[in-house]
């Protein structure tokens, strides 16, 4: 009788061709050719019979079932394979060559990531909480979307001893964890220590450093847009040639921070808080303009301009000017340039700010209940916890042209953790924006473009979504959980 190849020797028969990885996971042997690129003494790869094995016993190891065993894949060689959505939790990688990697959706809180290189790999959407990357190369590796919460990013290095019985570096490379030239768009590193590390050339657009501690690390010409630093410590920190627009250093240590021709236009910084850092030819927000104008003043010329029809007063043009906490509750500010304007903590409560411009403006935790923002252009505003419940976003109508209406302009808007509740988005326009955690809650959301938005944790009980495009939204399979009944014209991404 001739004997089956795909047979095992053991009670399970054949070897299932579903990969143990997860659904849509693909394991890719390491080529036979590849060298590790950071680990000198780096062992051949696993086969994938024997990763299998390894798999599906430690999926028993982090359930705590019988037979259980931590995955330890050390000083190997894994480069190019895939273990996208795969549940790591806890396995350990020290020394790992890895290099093209793929951990989309990957579940590796925990993980042990040791002076590891995984140079151009992809985390996208991955959970990497308290994962421990000290010493580590990530250099050009796809982060968007991940959660480093509480990751120690620090410098590290293996030693080893030499022919004399002496402590000697195991690869003779830099100690400090590398990230250059990374992306990092919209990664958590909440509380994360991440000292002496790389970080020089990322886009860390939107990034959360709450808490985090980056003392001595290099960010120097990253793009730092949108990032919230608030109590984050940047003792001695080079963010010299950064893009800041739009970031939130409320609270930070910037002892010793080098912030040498940064631009901070729109954000969140007070100047005592600059006092020991240096800001050479940075580009600082400023609480009047030059003429000496504070923005109470501009509010009241404005507001004879809108009631004279142009006649007398002058436009309120405030952009960059330093608001934040702004008292201006039912103000008339329609046609206002607003543009990169921080109004941080502000009130505009019952305000008419239609068809204004505040593209790139900082609204964090603003209070605009009830504010009627008709055909406003709110393009790249930093509104993370912004209150808009009961807010008119819809399209503004525009006399004279036929009945045509001017709709919101919202695109990269980032509303997270903001209060929405009742508030009219009718055909406003969100594309690649987020919507991380928002309440939603009975909001009008009628032709709304909401493609590549982030809807993770959304709440959208009771929201009308007639003719909504969801195509390529984050969490949209949460939102096929969370709605019941939705039109036949809702637009959703495939499902995967």
Known sequence: MGTNSNKTSGT???IRKRSPL?????????PKDALPSRVVAAQQGPDERSLRVALARHRNFVSGRKGGQRLVLSFQCIEDMDFSGADLREAEF????GSGAKFDGADLSGANFFSADFSTASFRGANLMRADMRGATFA???FEGSNLEGADIRDGMIMSRDGGGDLAYFSGIDASADMSGASLRDVNFEGARVVRAQLSGTDLTDANFSNARLRKTRLCNSNLSGVVFTGCDLTDADLSGCCLR???LVGGVLDGTNLQGADLTASQVARSELTHADIAGAILPMNRTDAGETIEDMIQDHRLWVASLGQHGRQLKARGIDATGLKASRAKLAAADMRDTVLADANLSHSNLTMGDLEGATLRKARMTYADLRGAKLSNIKAN???LMGADLSPMPIGGLGGKKWPVRAQGAVLAGGDLRKADLRNIDLTGGS???TDLRNADLTGAQLVDVDLRGADLRGANLSHVDLRGARGAEELRVQLVDFDDELIMPAAS
Not at 22 to 30: M, R, W
Not at 94 to 97: A, F, Y
Request: hydrophobic share 40%; aromatic share 4%; net charge positive.
């Open 12 to 14: 399970r028969g054949r």
């Open 22 to 30: 997860g659904p849509g996971a693909n394991l890719k042997a390491a």
């Open 94 to 97: 020290v020394g790992v060559s």
């Open 140 to 142: 050009r590796c796809d």
């Open 246 to 248: 739009g970031a939130s």
């Open 385 to 387: 916890n912004i209150v």
């Open 435 to 437: 919507l991380f955690k």
